[in-house]
Structure formats: structure tokens, C-alpha cells
């Protein structure tokens, strides 16, 4: 039976995660674990997943990892402190110590690494290493995303911009989410080519949950006022710059002088976030914009199915689950015409925008007639987790 470590930088396995940990936990909970025995490894936890029926998502691990995401996404203050130079120092080199000495210790046939901080402290090789890259391009540039290009961090940005390079050596195969991701990830790095296996994974989601899940009394409670509105549009996703969300304000800004029977949904955090309340102020959006830092992931998926139009004007693209999510629930998707978007979205299941033309992408939506529903259901087919799953097991297998 061969031993397969899944490695990510903190945290557990779960749907409502980003990245590393969805991908993750749809592989542990699409597994056939006859010939494959599962270890998840973290800063945090060294589990052996012995089968796949959630029982971990149960324990006092799990509650505090979710209790910690809650934190995180709602408080300013506690998200200011864990992004602080002085604590990314000592989490980043704890996790990295504490990781490489787990994998330099433990007996493993196949790793599949799905942060590469995690290899950082890799001495002893004990078989196939498989890396999936999450990041938008390289680390460096995925770090300043979240924490900005402050000087105060430039120490930190240095240390693993030389690193990265240095662990692709011990790399058997590279996989990407798209083939975008692949180019803007080997642009950053200024490299033309790896000397082992690329190979595109696209992600996946699991379509038949996201069809049978319901509305609960409580949602409908808290939700149903959306269904007076004409536009209801829904975006998601970090306050960060690469998001262009003060575009997406000023696209709703255009919609609502055209019909004012509409609202503006933006679920998410990030250091942008005042900016972008004090934007909508400015424009005299008042409470038609509603700010939400976090929703439960089922509630997400849900306010997907109430709201008509998901706008995403995202720059350096590699493959959105939101935008996979926001199809699968029937939603009129109007995506930036850049890079992962691009292998999506074909303009029968939704339409690609240029994002500095505000004026043209309002023009866009309200031109649409929102025909793409029917369409948006069909195409997320070929993107199913147990698709995605497959082929990274295959990958093992090999």
C-alpha cells in the first residue's frame, strides 16, 4: 500500500477553504483508499486519514481551525496582527521547521505538496514528489497579493523568491489548475521550462451537492428580500488589488443610473475594505451595496442561486472555484477576459469583459437579457471534482 503525504502550510481539509485545503479535501473524500494510505500534513496537524467519512471535521482540531478562519475573515485587527512582518516571521519559519522535520523523519511513497513553502526544509527524498501550484504565479507575488510590498516584509519576499527556484530541483511533476496558471507562474519565475512532468488539473466541484442543496427557513428568513430586485449581482473574493472589486462598484454604479431595481452583493475581507466601503459611499450607493465579510460556504452557495448576475474582474487569473460555483448554480457569469476565465468561460455559458472599459462592461450586462443560465449548468460537467480527483490519482498511480 503506498504511504501518500498531503502537505499544505497551516490549517485542515475543508469546502469552505481556499486553495490548497479544497483540493485537498476533495481528494481525501473521493478516494478509493484500497492500495492508497492518505497522511495530512501541516503546521498545525499530522493526521492518517484511515477513511474518508469526515470523522476528523468532527474533532476539537477542526472547531478551532474553523473558529480561527471565522476570526480571521471578520476582524481587522486580528487579521492586522497575524500579517504583521513580526508574525509571518515566526509562523512562516515554525511551519516550515516543523513540516520538514515530519517529512524528513516519516517514511512516505508519494508527496503531493500543495504550498511549496512546505518542501523548503526537504533534506531527504523518499520517493515521488508531486506539486501542485495554487499560487497566483510565483510565491513572492501571491505573498504581496495579501500583505502588500512594504519594505518591512522585503526580508521575508527575498528568502523565498531564492527558495522557490532552489525546490523546483527536487520536484518530479508540476501540475496547474489551467494553463494560464502554468504561464503566469514560469513567467514570475523567469524560467522557460522544468526538467520533469507538467501536467494541467483543472479543479473541480462537486456538481451533484451543489444541485440538491436547498434553502433553509433561515436563509430564506434572512435572504428573501433580494427577490424584489431587478439585478441582483453577487462577487466574492478577497479585498485585494489584483480583484479590481472598485471596479465592480463602479460597474453597479453604471447599472443602477440604467435601472435602479438593483443591488450589489460583496462577500469577502482584505485590507481594501475601508477603501471600498468609503467608494460606495462616495457614489451615493447607499444601501444598495451590502459589504459581508464572511457567509458559511453552503450560504455562499445559496445566495448563488438567488442572485442573476456574478460579476469577477479579476487580473492574473489562474482558475476561480468561485467562478466554477457560481455556473454551477445557474448564475450569469460576466468574467474578466484574462487568463484561466479564458478555458471557462466561452460565451455560451457566459461573457469574458475587459476590465478597464467600466462604461462597456455595465453596457454588457444590461444588454445580455441574462441568457446564459441554461447554459452555465451544462458547461460545469467537464469540470467535476471527481474529474479532478481521477487525475490526480492517476498521477500516483504513474
Known sequence: MKKVFLTALSGLPAAFAGGPNKVIYYILNYSNLENLEFYYLSKDYFLQLKNTNGDYFKTPK?????????LYHRFPLYRKFFSSPFYLKKFFTKSMNLIGKRLNDGEWDILHSHDIRTLIKLKKKKGIIIQTIHSNGSIVNDMKQIYGNERSMEAIYNFFRSKEKETLDYIDVLTFPSKSAKEIYFRDLEINSFSGRVEIVYNGIDIDYIKSLGFTEEFEKNWNWLSKYDYRILTVGSHIPVKNIDKIIRVFEKIRMK??????????????????????????LGTTVHFIDFLDHNDVLRLMKKCNVYISLSERVIFDYVILEAL??????FASNNGGNIEVINGQNGCLVEIDNINEVSKTILDSDLKYSEEAIKSVERFSVYKMVEDYLKLYEQ
Open 259 to 284: 435601472n435602479k431595481n438593483s443591488v450589489l452583493i460583496i462577500i469577502g475581507s482584505g485590507p481594501l475594505k475601508n477603501e471600498l466601503k468609503k467608494l460606495a459611499k462616495e457614489l451615493n
Open 62 to 70: 477542526f472547531l478551532k481551525t474553523r473558529i480561527t478562519y471565522h
Open 328 to 333: 454551477a448554480c445557474g448564475m450569469n457569469v
